[in-house]
């Protein structure tokens, strides 16, 4: 016998009861740590007493906050902030020319602003590709816990080639950076990852950030934190649902490119596929090689077709486009995201944080 | 609700603000968990979340909506982390349920169907179940809350809990329940 509507949805309300509450230690301390070193967004129509800024606020407010947090949580919690740059303004710097970052003069870390160094999409103009453009991939690192949290891939020419999570340059990630180690710092470096791992030794962990601690001056040939510039880019084409995107599509590679705007699928046909190291697009995403000057060119074609970049920085969203009237119910969107690729010829979702 | 703190962290004050966060991050993931059904990304837009409700919070006009404009902030990072979600393909985990004697959703068959039924929801529809039936935010608030018409929160929450009423329904046909056998 059926259920009345009320029993049904007692039933929905005691399933969404089910299940954990409460703010977990990871968040609560990355929050903390992370919010006095974003600026406030500060309105025109704001009152006067709202134009002060959070950092003229800054020293007394901050040193309670500090009193507060000890206090209230205990010395704990703040266990995971990562030491070094505490007092560094995080700003997006994309489309400047990319320096680099020396380590810091506290020795057993890298100064924080590293997360500014590297960029999402497209390199600055005149950028050199990181040498050698090929070479053999020798252990993938996850970090998914604080202090620091990314993806870390370690190269046999010893190339160190690493994002972090919640980086500034796309506000999600620092899009990839590169170090560079002697042959017995590679040896340190997987020893130190095999003695931290995470989860049933699922994932090998592993935090840049903390490495000048832990290894000698000999095991680095370059320790400056660089952006890693590709030589090649990955189109991949990916189309999502507008309401929800959990939904996969039943678009083919060649039907999502014949989609595009002319110039641009003209651009993308007979490309040969990049492999998606982490599946991070799907099975029903196309990745499609590209040099950096056919990249640019695409992207002129994006823009030109009136497609802009979005918040992500490698993302083209072509709503509305009238070849997507799919077969499917639903409005469609097709992506258009750039991934650099990386020395091993694999890419990942670069930007995704 | 807190206004005071609320106003203070508007004018940058980061104790408030601190304090804010331990008092009000816990509901956030709460409700952030049940609309994404992923512990892992419900932190991450916990956290994307927080951080925007810090920068954007002087934009607030009405500090006594704080409460309101933090679940619309956090939904729209639970569609930023929606996307991710799609894009990384994580392992889906079910939520831990604690079923007893008196629990309506003793039956396994109910849970099962309610998270797959909830899983073809989109975020919006999602948000619109756990603001009104897991806060018990009234549906003008729910609407005021994420910023659309009373009507279209009423049309999105009808559809939702067709859609989970339904699911219900299939775990009771006796084919299911021989197929769970």
Same mark, same amino acid.
């Given at each position: 016998?059926?259920?009345?509507?009320?029993?049904?949805?007692?039933?929905?309300?005691?399933?969404?009861?089910?299940?954990?509450?409460?703010?977990?230690?990871?968040?609560?301390?990355?929050?903390?740590?992370?919010?006095?070193?974003?600026?406030?967004?500060?309105?025109?129509?704001?009152?006067?007493?709202?134009?002060?800024?959070?950092?003229?606020?800054?020293?007394?407010?901050?040193?309670?906050?500090?009193?507060?947090?000890?206090?209230?949580?205990?010395?704990?919690?703040?266990?995971?902030?990562?030491?070094?740059?505490?007092?560094?303004?995080?700003?997006?710097?994309?489309?400047?020319?990319?320096?680099?970052?020396?380590?810091?003069?506290?020795?057993?870390?890298?100064?924080?602003?590293?997360?500014?160094?590297?960029?999402?999409?497209?390199?600055?103009?005149?950028?050199?590709?990181?040498?050698?453009?090929?070479?053999?991939?020798?252990?993938?690192?996850?970090?998914?816990?604080?202090?620091?949290?990314?993806?870390?891939?370690?190269?046999?020419?010893?190339?160190?080639?690493?994002?972090?999570?919640?980086?500034? $340059?796309?506000?999600?990630?620092? !899009? @990839?950076?590169?170090?560079? +180690?002697?042959?017995?710092?590679? &040896? #340190?470096? %997987?020893?130190?990852?095999?003695?931290?791992?995470?989860?049933?030794?699922?994932?090998?962990?592993?935090?840049?950030?903390?490495?000048?601690?832990?290894?000698?001056?000999?095991?680095?040939?370059?320790?400056?934190?660089?952006?890693?510039?590709?030589?090649?880019?990955?189109?991949?084409?990916?189309?999502?649902?507008?309401?929800?995107?959990?939904?996969?599509?039943?678009?083919?590679?060649?039907?999502?490119?014949?989609?595009?705007?002319?110039?641009?699928?003209?651009?993308?046909?007979?490309?040969?596929?990049?492999?998606?190291?982490?599946?991070?697009?799907?099975?029903?995403?196309?990745?499609?090689?590209?040099?950096?000057?056919?990249?640019?060119?695409?992207?002129?074609?994006?823009?030109? $077709?009136?497609?802009?970049?979005? !918040? @992500?920085?490698?993302?083209? +969203?072509?709503?509305?486009?009238? &070849? #997507?009237? %799919?077969?499917?119910?639903?409005?469609?969107?097709?992506?258009?995201?750039?991934?650099?690729?990386?020395?091993?010829?694999?890419?990942?979702?670069?930007?995704?944080? | 609700?807190?206004?005071?703190?609320?106003?203070?962290?508007?004018?940058?004050?980061?104790?408030?603000?601190?304090?804010?966060?331990?008092?009000?991050?816990?509901?956030?993931?709460?409700?952030?968990?049940?609309?994404?059904?992923?512990?892992?990304?419900?932190?991450?837009?916990?956290?994307?979340?927080?951080?925007?409700?810090?920068?954007?919070?002087?934009?607030?006009?009405?500090?006594?909506?704080?409460?309101?404009?933090?679940?619309?902030?956090?939904?729209?990072?639970?569609?930023?982390?929606?996307?991710?979600?799609?894009?990384?393909?994580?392992?889906?985990?079910?939520?831990?349920?604690?079923?007893?004697?008196?629990?309506?959703?003793?039956?396994?068959?109910?849970?099962?169907?309610?998270?797959?039924?909830?899983?073809?929801?989109?975020?919006?529809?999602?948000?619109?179940?756990?603001?009104?039936?897991?806060?018990?935010?009234?549906?003008?608030?729910?609407?005021?809350?994420?910023?659309?018409?009373?009507?279209?929160?009423?049309?999105?929450?009808?559809?939702?809990?067709?859609?989970?009423?339904?699911?219900?329904?299939?775990?009771?046909?006796?084919?299911?329940?021989?197929?769970?056998?």
């Amino acid at each position: 016998m059926m259920r009345m509507d009320h029993d049904r949805t007692r039933a929905v309300r005691a399933w969404l009861a089910a299940g954990s509450d409460g703010l977990s230690p990871r968040v609560r301390d990355n929050v903390l740590h992370e919010f006095p070193l974003t600026s406030q967004d500060r309105p025109y129509w704001a009152a006067p007493w709202l134009q002060t800024s959070s950092f003229a606020v800054g020293a007394a407010a901050g040193a309670a906050a500090v009193t507060l947090a000890v206090a209230m949580l205990g010395a704990g919690l703040f266990g995971g902030i990562r030491p070094g740059g505490a007092g560094a303004t995080p700003t997006s710097t994309p489309d400047a020319p990319s320096p680099t970052v020396a380590p810091s003069a506290t020795p057993n870390t890298l100064d924080r602003s590293y997360r500014d160094v590297g960029f999402i999409g497209l390199p600055p103009p005149g950028a050199t590709p990181s040498d050698p453009t090929h070479t053999e991939l020798i252990e993938v690192f996850w970090r998914p816990v604080p202090p620091y949290k990314g993806a870390a891939f370690l190269y046999a020419d010893g190339r160190l080639i690493w994002n972090e999570y919640f980086g500034e $340059a796309n506000s999600r990630s620092t !899009g @990839w950076l590169e170090q560079s +180690l002697t042959d017995e710092g590679m &040896e #340190l470096v %997987r020893a130190l990852a095999t003695e931290a791992q995470f989860k049933g030794q699922r994932l090998r962990i592993l935090s840049p950030e903390e490495l000048p601690g832990l290894l000698p001056a000999r095991a680095w040939v370059d320790q400056a934190v660089r952006p890693y510039v590709p030589s090649g880019y990955a189109a991949c084409l990916f189309v999502t649902e507008e309401e929800n995107p959990f939904t996969e599509s039943d678009m083919t590679p060649e039907e999502m490119v014949a989609a595009l705007p002319r110039a641009a699928a003209d651009l993308l046909g007979d490309r040969p596929p990049v492999v998606d190291s982490s599946n991070s697009y799907g099975a029903d995403s196309a990745c499609l090689e590209l040099d950096v000057a056919d990249a640019r060119r695409l992207d002129r074609a994006l823009r030109a $077709a009136g497609y802009e970049q979005d !918040g @992500w920085r490698n993302r083209y +969203l072509l709503q509305d486009y009238a &070849e #997507l009237d %799919r077969p499917q119910a639903g409005t469609w969107w097709l992506e258009v995201w750039f991934e650099p690729i990386l020395p091993d010829g694999t890419i990942t979702c670069s930007s995704c944080g | 609700m807190d206004t005071e703190l609320v106003i203070a962290a508007q004018r940058g004050d980061e104790e408030a603000f601190a304090t804010l966060v331990v008092a009000h991050g816990g509901r956030l993931q709460g409700v952030a968990h049940r609309i994404l059904r992923d512990f892992d990304l419900a932190e991450d837009a916990t956290q994307q979340a927080l951080l925007r409700i810090w920068k954007s919070l002087p934009t607030l006009r009405d500090p006594a909506r704080f409460e309101a404009w933090s679940y619309q902030l956090l939904v729209r990072a639970c569609h930023s982390e929606a996307r991710r979600m799609r894009h990384w393909s994580p392992d889906l985990l079910l939520l831990d349920t604690d079923a007893s004697a008196d629990d309506p959703l003793a039956d396994i068959a109910d849970r099962d169907q309610l998270e797959r039924a909830f899983r073809t929801l989109s975020v919006d529809h999602r948000a619109v179940v756990v603001l009104h039936h897991y806060l018990d935010l009234p549906l003008v608030e729910v609407a005021a809350a994420l910023g659309i018409r009373v009507g279209t929160a009423g049309s999105r929450l009808h559809y939702a809990m067709r859609a989970l009423h339904a699911a219900l329904d299939a775990a009771e046909r006796p084919a299911f329940q021989e197929a769970t056998r």
